[in-house]
């Protein structure tokens, strides 16, 4: 693989750690989840163009409950082990509004200068 | 052991002695793992999502910011540990010899005393090696409120807790010493070297 394939492998992977936390919030202000359902939906609803490990997952959703964007629950089920469930909070609502906002702004600046020709002499 | 069971004490291994941190960790992973077993997948396929357990232990920790100790506390842990080694093993230690050997064999006591010393150093420069590796602190840091951790926020290891006391070694652990005052995170020229920072045990930590 040449380092120019590197290079853009490396910059969508930036790109999304940075904006795991967007995701997230934004996957779970349609219900609320449990881990493996977020990592499924994601897949599904991106047609797989956006796709995240558990490992990746795991400690961003843990940062969200400690920052309190995000409320757990645990079910514990007649048999087998517990399960852990997400959802937003009035405060995770509010961070999602703003990184939404953030986004939208980094998105369009972006295209509008992609849409920009060169100018000819 | 189960390969689950392998990994979960692999990741929790590398996190601080905290029941709270490590027992939040413990069931998270163990109700993530169960989530893919139960959508038919195996337990080694739902390991290989989590990943490396050490870089999944690290992005824990990354949620928990870390607050460099202060230098003064740090000095006062210092003191506490070298009183209470004195204290606890050097005093003992020559009260026993003295009284033992004064009437009979006083000319022994300057020789019992030198080998005192040179146990005490042995056992002053052992203990924090130790202390801070198994327990991710001394009793002085403890009185203070301080831990030793990774700069990621994991425990240290063997040779981290030996590298960190080796200017104690020197006649120049002032020069390192002085470090902590200059540096960003109060950091010691060999904890820099080692990788290792002393943090504020606050209480979501410990």
Not at chain 2, 81 to 97: C, E, H, K, N, T
Not at chain 2, 161 to 186: E, N
């Amino acid at each position: 693989m040449s380092g120019r394939d590197d290079d853009r492998k490396g910059i969508a992977r930036e790109l999304k750690r940075g904006s795991l936390e967007l995701i997230v919030l934004h996957l779970l202000s349609l219900g609320e989840a449990y881990g493996y359902e977020i990592v499924t939906t994601l897949t599904e609803r991106t047609n797989g163009g956006l796709e995240v490990t558990d490992g990746t997952l795991y400690p961003v959703l843990y940062r969200l409950e400690r920052a309190g964007f995000v409320a757990v629950r645990w079910e514990t089920p007649q048999r087998g082990v517990p399960r852990k469930y997400y959802r937003l909070t009035e405060a995770g609502q509010e961070e999602l509004g703003r990184l939404t906002h953030e986004w939208s702004t980094f998105a369009n600046a972006m295209a509008q200068l992609l849409r920009q020709q060169p100018e000819r002499t | 052991m189960n390969a689950d069971q392998v990994y979960i004490d692999r990741v929790i291994a590398q996190l601080p002695l905290d029941a709270g941190l490590r027992t939040q960790v413990e069931m998270e992973l163990r109700s993530h793992i169960a989530e893919r077993v139960e959508h038919g997948q195996s337990v080694e396929e739902a390991l290989t999502h989590l990943g490396d357990p050490i870089v999944l232990a690290e992005s824990y920790l990354a949620a928990i910011p870390l607050i460099a100790a202060p230098f003064w506390p740090r000095a006062a842990a210092r003191l506490i540990d070298a009183f209470g080694v004195l204290a606890l093993v050097a005093m003992p230690i020559i009260a026993f010899v003295v009284l033992t050997l004064w009437r009979e064999q006083g000319f022994l006591i300057p020789i019992a005393i030198i080998v005192t010393i040179f146990i005490v150093s042995i056992l002053g420069a052992l203990y924090p090696v130790i202390a801070e590796y198994r327990y991710g602190k001394t009793v002085g840091k403890h009185l203070m409120g301080l831990r030793v951790v990774r700069e990621s926020g994991a425990r240290i290891s063997f040779g981290q807790s030996v590298v960190r006391q080796l200017p104690m070694l020197t006649q120049v652990w002032w020069i390192d010493m002085l470090f902590a005052l200059f540096t960003d995170k109060h950091q010691r020229a060999f904890e820099i070297l080692s990788k290792t920072r002393v943090v504020v045990a606050r209480e979501e930590q410990s």
